[in-house]
């Protein structure tokens, strides 16, 4: 089988939650343990740093492994999904899984593999790991796929835990409240090691002291102590000529912390705040226990984390005049940040192209959208995408007006027809939707 070929047989035989929702997901590690003995332990042959989260958890593992990279340490990063190619999911210092690997590892393992029936999730959980092993890497960055406690990723004994905060989503497997699910993301906590904590509230706090107790794990959360001072985002006059203090957060953000005095980071998203937040706690407590990470490396990583580790579609600005912003926010937690962000932009007409999967709180994230705006509802190619006419009638029935359109591409098309230059089109509501987007970029002459 040539790349495509076997990319076609991981998706028909090895289910993608991505794609098909619940019918991927495999409660318990059996699968994992079962691979992961048949590969000899790869993972316990480097470092690991394991993160979870509802949102942002993939900013914090791009940044962190940048941050590494530019330590000098040879650094793997498994995260998901992926928007363009399969690759982006498993990289060492930025760069993808070569096609070769992924070929020869299914030619020569599916033997073993097919009688498991594994998830596609659990197969290339256990790709990433032996790859990295083969790889001679010094550590690696391990995201969780879907919560945290039965998580395939989860049979690692990491340096460092990682959990961003706790939202309402997946919760048909996670649990129906913030306490459930927070329960499951506390799961990655490994005994006497250090874990520290984004955000919580009321209910999930005590969920996370008291399992860091009962284990003798060290918890620090992040909230207690925020770093930032301040942050200066860059004004964009040439998007604007008539408002020439307009924020772009789409140039990144100038932090003023109790460390790193202006710290420039790339990554200018509303909710960027609190995951920097949350990365400086990281580091100090890596530092602590022996890696080597001077405040140039921390520098570098935060200024230069996009063309490090190829991250893509966190408030992602493709175009101006007009605007043209993408975002992967895919639940309610998300959402909320990118309303929030929006009503700081300035602009004559907001255009929101906005498709979803149908596995989400549909009407609590439509109910967060403004009404002053023209809505063009589409959905993704995958499976699981909501098809475009239930969106609008659920927008409707909330104020929000707007046409259906079959596809991404034809979405798009429309909203920058009837945009005029002092406008701004975002594009979101799914990670799909933004992979959909990227992959129709030079169809759409987005640069």
Not at 33 to 59: C, F, M, W
Not at 308 to 330: A, E, Y
Not at 373 to 383: G, L
Request: aromatic content about 8%; some cysteine; glycine content about 6%.
């Amino acid at each position: 089988m040539n790349y495509k070929e076997t990319l076609n047989y991981l998706y028909e035989h090895a289910p993608m939650f991505q794609q098909v929702g619940s019918k991927a997901y495999k409660e318990g590690l059996a699968n994992t343990q079962a691979l992961d003995d048949h590969l000899e332990h790869p993972h316990s042959a480097y470092r690991t740093i394991h993160v979870a989260g509802t949102n942002g958890k993939g900013s914090c593992s791009h940044t962190l492994a940048a941050i590494l990279q530019s330590s000098g340490y040879r650094v793997g990063l498994y995260t998901s999904p992926h928007l363009l190619d399969f690759r982006e999911r498993i990289r060492i210092n930025g760069q993808p899984i070569p096609e070769s690997y992924v070929v020869n590892f299914v030619e020569e393992q599916r033997a073993f593999f097919e009688p498991l029936h594994p998830s596609f999730f659990e197969l290339t959980t256990a790709m990433a790991f032996r790859y990295f092993a083969d790889e001679k890497i010094d550590v690696a960055v391990i995201e969780t796929g879907l919560g945290g406690r039965l998580d395939c990723t989860n049979i690692i004994q990491p340096d460092l835990c990682i959990i961003t905060n706790i939202g309402l989503d997946h919760t048909q497997f996670l649990g129906d409240t913030l306490e459930k699910i927070a329960t499951e993301k506390a799961g990655i906590i490994k005994a006497k090691t250090p874990v520290v904590v984004g955000e919580t509230t009321a209910e999930t706090r005590p969920v996370f002291t008291r399992k860091a107790e009962e284990i003798e794990a060290q918890v620090f959360f992040a909230a207690d102590d925020v770093q930032i001072l301040s942050k200066e985002v860059p004004t964009d006059g040439k998007a604007h000529a008539h408002c020439i203090d307009t924020p772009d957060y789409s140039t990144g953000v100038i932090y003023q912390t109790k460390t790193y005095p202006d710290l420039k980071a790339a990554l200018g998203g509303y909710c960027q705040e609190l995951n920097t937040n949350t990365i400086l706690h990281a580091v100090a407590q890596l530092t602590k226990i022996g890696y080597r990470i001077t405040e140039r490396d921390v520098r570098e990583g935060f200024m230069h984390v996009c063309e490090m580790t190829g991250l893509m579609g966190r408030w992602q600005k493709l175009c101006r005049k007009p605007t043209v912003i993408c975002d992967t926010g895919h639940n309610v937690n998300g959402m909320q940040y990118i309303t929030k962000q929006l009503e700081q932009c300035t602009y004559d007409h907001l255009h929101f192209v906005i498709g979803m999967v149908n596995d989400k709180d549909i009407h609590a994230m439509l109910s967060l959208l403004p009404t002053n705006a023209t809505y063009y509802f589409t959905k993704a190619s995958v499976q699981r995408a909501l098809p475009e006419e239930v969106l609008k009638e659920q927008a409707q029935g909330l104020g929000l007006q707007g046409s259906c359109y079959p596809n991404v591409c034809e979405a798009v098309q429309a909203a920058k027809a009837k945009s005029l230059p002092e406008d701004f089109i975002f594009i979101g509501g799914s990670s799909f939707i933004v992979a959909d987007l990227l992959t129709s970029r030079d169809t759409l002459n987005l640069y």
